[in-house]
């Protein structure tokens, strides 16, 4: 059921930027959906018999949205790949956004590095680890950012302390500030906050225990609603 209302609202967020960008309310309201996909991949993370086809599935699902996401949200302009030579050393860089599913892949990551920490805390390269993961997601410029790997850190540390939660979710969007470049998403943001009611309020109810769904289900809608978006906007 959470999955299924995070799949609404980020519909929301996605017709807002594409098709009716004026409108900002749709963009506010999709603000809700990205931490329940960061709770929903928290829990799936704890509850997975399997790790590692868990983490295999989730970067299949990012390299084929890849393209429609490209499409819809960058049009191949800013997706695009340098080459700069620095000392006659070709180093590739990748100038862009990439999708959510590798924001999740990386907050998957994350989660596996926390579960080292707890069990070695004087090992310190596993803060170090912390550290690359979240300089990675800002670097390669993954959907959502450091917020967005934070988002499922915060939700797996956090788990069981609302107060702490909620706390961490107005402060997060101070992550996305630019002082080269201010903009209006840091503000909106803060309205993720108000996922956290949804996801207290659905996480034990048995709304959904006679409609089975097909796990592909959600890692296809994804990549199908963006390519029907752009196309619509194409035509």
Not at 35 to 58: C, H, M, Q, V
């Amino acid at each position: 059921m959470l999955k299924f209302v995070a799949l609404i609202l980020m519909l929301i967020d996605h017709l807002g930027y594409s098709l009716f960008p004026n409108l900002l309310i749709l963009r506010v309201i999709g603000r809700l959906s990205f931490p329940i996909f960061a709770y929903s991949l928290t829990e799936g993370y704890i509850y997975t018999k399997n790790r590692d086809k868990y983490f295999k599935r989730l970067l299949i699902f990012a390299l084929i949205s890849m393209i429609p996401y490209a499409f819809l949200f960058d049009g191949f302009t800013k997706f695009s790949t340098t080459i700069y030579v620095l000392s006659h050393t070709p180093i590739i860089m990748f100038i862009g956004h990439l999708d959510i599913g590798f924001t999740l892949s990386l907050g998957f990551i994350s989660l596996m590095i926390i579960d080292r920490i707890k069990a070695n805390r004087r090992n310190i390269f596993n803060y170090i680890g912390i550290i690359l993961v979240l300089a990675i997601a800002k670097v390669i410029g993954v959907d959502y950012g450091i917020y967005g790997v934070l988002s499922i850190m915060i939700f797996y540390i956090f788990r069981g302390n609302k107060p702490l939660l909620i706390l961490s979710f107005l402060l997060l969007p101070a992550t996305m500030i630019n002082p080269q470049h201010m903009s209006f998403d840091p503000i909106y943001q803060c309205f993720a906050v108000l996922s956290i009611p949804i996801i207290l309020g659905l996480k034990d109810k048995e709304l959904s225990k006679n409609i089975k769904v097909p796990r592909w289900f959600f890692y296809v809608f994804y990549p199908l609603h963006i390519t029907i978006l752009w196309i619509i906007r194409c035509l």
